[in-house]
Structures are given as C-alpha cells and as structure tokens.
C-alpha cells in the first residue's frame, strides 16, 4: 500500500492490476485531517505534526500489524480494507479499479450514516458505479476490531431504474438535484437522510426495507441482497485464517502458502447455520468468556479472536495446525460440522525422455488417510500404431511413519537441513526427497523401478512398514 499526496488529496495504491493501472482509493483533502484523526481515536496518535506524516506513518502501523501487506505483495484486499475504514470514519471515497477484461469499475462510495447497535458498529452508505451495475444502498454491521463487514445487505438499483425512482421521491420531496448520476445519486440519499425519511433513528433494516417499498412503488427492477461476510483472525504472507458468514452458516478456512514451498492448501470447516446458536455456548463456555452481544456473528467471532491473542491460534502454526485446533475444539463440543483436508501433491522430480519418448515424474503423495505414498510414473507417447501407455511403480506407508521418516533423512550426512526444520514434518519429507535429487540419488535417467526402490530402502532403514506396488493403463482406438 503506497500513499500520495496532491492539491486535491490523497491516493491509496494497492496492487497493479493486468493494464498496468494501479487500484486506488481517492480522498478529498478537505477529509484528510478526519480521516487521520480516526486512525488517531482507533489505533493511539500516529508520529509526524502534518496530516501527510500522520497518514504515511498510520499506513506503515497498519501494516505492521498485518492488516495491509507491504507494497511489493500487491493485495487487492488492501484498497477494500482502507475503503471499510473511510466507510467507518464516514468519508466519501472513491475505489478505482481495471477489470480483467479493462472495463472500469470506478465505484464512489458516500457514507449516509454510522452509528452502534448492539455493540457492533452499523455503518450505511451509498455506492455508485457509474459504468457498472449502477446504484447500491449498503447496510452493514462490523465487529469493532475488524477491517471486514460482519454482516452486509446490498439493494442494487440500475443507473436507468434509480432515474425513475429519484423522479417520483424528487416529486414529493423538492427541485430535482444534478443529471450527473453520481452527484444525483449522492443528493438523493443524503436528502433522504436530512428529511428524516432514512436514518439512525430507525432499526437496522427498517431504511432498506423503505427502499425496496418505494422500488415497488415506482415500479423498477430492483435486486435485495444479502452479502456473505468476512472476518479475518489471521493474515500473514504465509498463512491466513477466516470466518465467513452467510445465508448457510459459518464457513472456517485456513489458507497455508509457503513462500518457495511446494503448494498452497486450503482447509475448511462449515458449520450449519442452525448450529451456530451451540458453537457460540460452547466457545464462550470452553474459554471461560461471556460476550454480551445478542447477534451470533459477533459472538463468534469474538471468541475466535480472543482464541487467537491467547495464542491457540498462531500465524507461525505449521499446515492444517489451526484447522486441527478448530476441528478438534469443534469436535470437543458436539457442534455438528462438515471438514475438509486436502491431500497433498508435490512433483519432485520432472524429465522428458526421447527414447522411448516418455514423461518420467517422481511425486509424493500425503494424507491424513491417505497416508504417504512416493511413485515413480512414465507416461509414454502416442506414436505411429502405438496409442501410448501410463505405468506408475509406487511404494506406500501410514501417515504416522512422517516422524520416524524425517529423523531418518535428517541423520543422513550430505542432506541440507530444511528451511524451518520441525515446523511442518509434510514439508520436511519433501524437502528431503528434493535433497536426493540435488545429490544425485534420484535422477531423470534411472531404470524402471530404480528410483522407487531406492527411496523403498530409505523407507526400511527409518524402520517403518512399507508396501509396494505398481499400476498401468493402455490407450485404446
């Protein structure tokens, strides 16, 4: 996130997008000083005397806590998340971005009002965008330390529709405001707001559901939807964790990415939404905390973050470790849930052989119930009468032979150790397999079966059960 001051205020830069134009958040300068005074009420005074300073220095905090990624990462959640914040301190924004096909989804956002409910801060806007789906009136709830909506109900009204609206509200009301869409649609919602049609004063929900009447009044088309929100307990460049609420129920995902590793995974829990109500008792029962909050969502989440600055949830946990803390915890509970761990694939050798003309892999395979399997494939080319063949020698033990395999590589002399040696035995167990590839043990010109054999006798001399075995299919015209 890159931060540039001009005449007219301020541009928040996130990624560079496929067009080569930066995704951007645009602040008048007239709102610079509030906008930084909210940081100073959120996060404590920021360094410097003018307001550049003190936005520079609050983008820098920010990042450190790893709320926005550094420049070079280029995120798109860092515009969303510093748009969430101006929403929250009530400052007309404007987020630009390319699409991937160049069309322009420029949006202005234009906050009506904020305000807490229940202890969750309500916040209600208007989007506008001007060349895509035209007008949105966005009412959200977000727990106060997150960067995301808890909860967000969007009513989407084209540019054409919203015209035929605002003619008939604009009829009772007084003088037609702009014909620029934007301006337009900006007046019409802060009239609405300074009539005291809309406003704090009412109940969550109570200025959308008039918005929907007055679209079925005038007659447009008009769209009422509920948006699945977020609420991240974990984000680093190496590992982030999520809750996701939606019409459904909880949906829990951690997302492992090692930098330099062999694949990122994804690891979930969904819990129903009927089963929330027992995963909010258990939680505050298993952590001994009583969240005074009547909505489910916050509830949750709040215990979840309080799981986290305990340190039962970590960024530095090796893979799947926060999905198995989660999983374990819901288990504990009896709280009903759907889970999901990926098995997971490594290439670790790749050659193309000429003769006989064959793709020659070398892969591992592992899985909770999988367990560990290292095979040996060559897959031989269609040529003249022959429609190829797929051959596949492969050597397999349980999953709970990982310590006792990574002891045995780690032994050997004329290995290199691993990156974060002990963090993550899966990792280890690959890193080594490749350290027989640097060496020479394992290479791109072995016999058939040689190169199974041979990781198969590391596998008896670690001392665990191992079987082999080996598979083939034909082509056929």
Request: aromatic residues 8%.
């Amino acid at each position: 996130m890159l931060a540039q001051f001009t005449a007219d205020g301020a541009v928040f830069s996130g990624r560079i997008e496929f067009h080569g134009r930066p995704e951007t958040v645009r602040v008048a300068r007239d709102d610079l000083r509030r906008l930084a005074g909210y940081f100073d009420e959120r996060y404590g005074p920021a360094a410097g005397t003018t307001v550049e300073e003190r936005l520079t220095a609050v983008i820098a905090n920010l990042i450190g806590r790893g709320e926005l990624r550094e420049p070079a990462a280029a995120y798109w959640e860092n515009t969303e998340r510093l748009a969430t914040h101006c929403r929250r301190a009530g400052i007309r924004h404007v987020l630009t971005r390319i699409g991937n096909k160049g069309q322009d989804l420029t949006r202005t956002y234009v906050p009506l009002w904020t305000a807490t409910h229940q202890g969750e801060e309500w916040l209600v806007s208007v989007r506008v965008s001007p060349t895509g789906r035209g007008v949105h009136f966005v009412e959200g709830l977000a727990c106060p330390g997150s960067p995301h909506l808890l909860r967000a109900h969007d009513v989407t009204v084209g540019l054409p529709a919203f015209a035929v609206l605002a003619d008939m509200i604009e009829s009772r009301t007084g003088p037609r405001p702009p014909d620029d869409p934007c301006r337009r649609a900006e007046a019409f919602f802060t009239g609405l707001v300074a009539a005291g049609e809309i406003g704090p004063g009412l109940a969550p929900g109570e200025a959308r559901d008039r918005i929907v009447a007055w679209c079925a009044e005038a007659g447009v088309p008009h769209r009422s939807t509920p948006r699945k929100a977020r609420h991240d307990l974990l984000n680093s460049d190496r590992l982030s964790l999520t809750l996701s609420f939606g019409a459904t129920g909880l949906h829990i995902s951690e997302h492992y990415r090692p930098s330099g590793g062999w694949g990122s995974t994804f690891s979930t829990v969904d819990i129903a939404l009927a089963d929330l109500p027992a995963l909010a008792e258990h939680l505050e029962q298993h952590l001994g905390t009583v969240i005074t909050r009547e909505l489910l969502e916050p509830r949750i989440a709040g215990s979840f973050a309080t799981m986290v600055s305990r340190g039962l949830l970590k960024p530095d946990m090796p893979r799947f470790g926060n999905w198995g803390a989660i999983t374990g915890l819901v288990i504990g509970g009896g709280v009903p849930s759907r889970r999901y761990r990926p098995l997971r694939q490594a290439e670790i050798l790749h050659a193309r052989r000429t003769a006989p003309g064959c793709d020659y892999t070398l892969n591992i395979e592992i899985g909770p119930t999988q367990g560990i399997r290292f095979f040996e494939n060559h897959e031989y080319y269609a040529r003249g009468d022959d429609d190829g063949a797929e051959w596949s020698y492969s050597v397999t033990t349980e999953h709970s032979a990982l310590p006792d395999l990574v002891g045995h590589f780690t032994s050997l002399a004329g290995l290199r150790p691993p990156p974060a040696p002990g963090l993550d035995l899966e990792d280890d167990l690959v890193h080594y397999l490749r350290e027989l590839v640097r060496t020479g043990e394992l290479t791109g010109d072995l016999d058939i079966e040689v190169a199974r054999d041979r990781v198969a006798a590391h596998f008896a001399a670690a001392g665990v059960a191992a079987r082999r075995d080996r598979s083939h299919w034909y082509n056929m015209r």
